[in-house]
């Protein structure tokens, strides 16, 4: 089952956030994967715009993606993403963990009835 944490509103100190759309912050995994690499994604974030996941490899940014969602009750969900930021996270000297920005490319998902949207609206639900 997924656990919703909050959802971040912006506010005076959050103005300079680049982001349209309020971030959810997910306390358990939506299980996640990329389709053509067949790669197990951590998603930690998630908005109408793009999504922050955690894998054990580095994305290149500018590469396009597409990724297969599945919530706690199996339902999936497939969209495409640009990398838009790389970085590792982990401390000097431990096993890397990559955090990845992904901008979904697809404006219809982005949409509050669409892909994105709905997927948003079963995580409140669960």
């Given at each position: 089952m997924i656990e919703f944490a909050r959802s971040?509103?912006?506010?005076?100190?959050?103005?300079?956030?680049?982001r349209r759309s309020?971030?959810?912050e997910l306390l358990s995994q939506i299980h996640g994967?990329?389709?053509?690499?067949d790669l197990p994604v951590r998603v930690v974030q998630i908005s109408l715009g793009g999504m922050a996941i955690e894998t054990?490899?580095?994305f290149?940014?500018?590469a396009v993606h597409?990724?297969?969602?599945?919530?706690?009750?199996d339902s999936t969900t497939e969209l495409t993403g640009r990398v838009m930021h790389c970085?590792?996270?982990a401390p000097a000297g431990a096993t890397p963990i990559f955090t990845t920005g992904v901008q979904f490319v697809d404006n219809e998902a982005e949409e509050p009835s669409g892909a994105v949207g709905d997927?948003?609206?079963r995580v409140h639900k669960a």
């Open positions: 971040r509103t912006m506010t005076a100190a959050a103005t300079d956030d680049r309020p971030r959810i994967h990329t389709v053509s690499l054990t490899v580095p290149p940014v500018g597409a990724f297969r969602l599945t919530l706690g009750d970085r590792n996270a997927l948003i609206n």
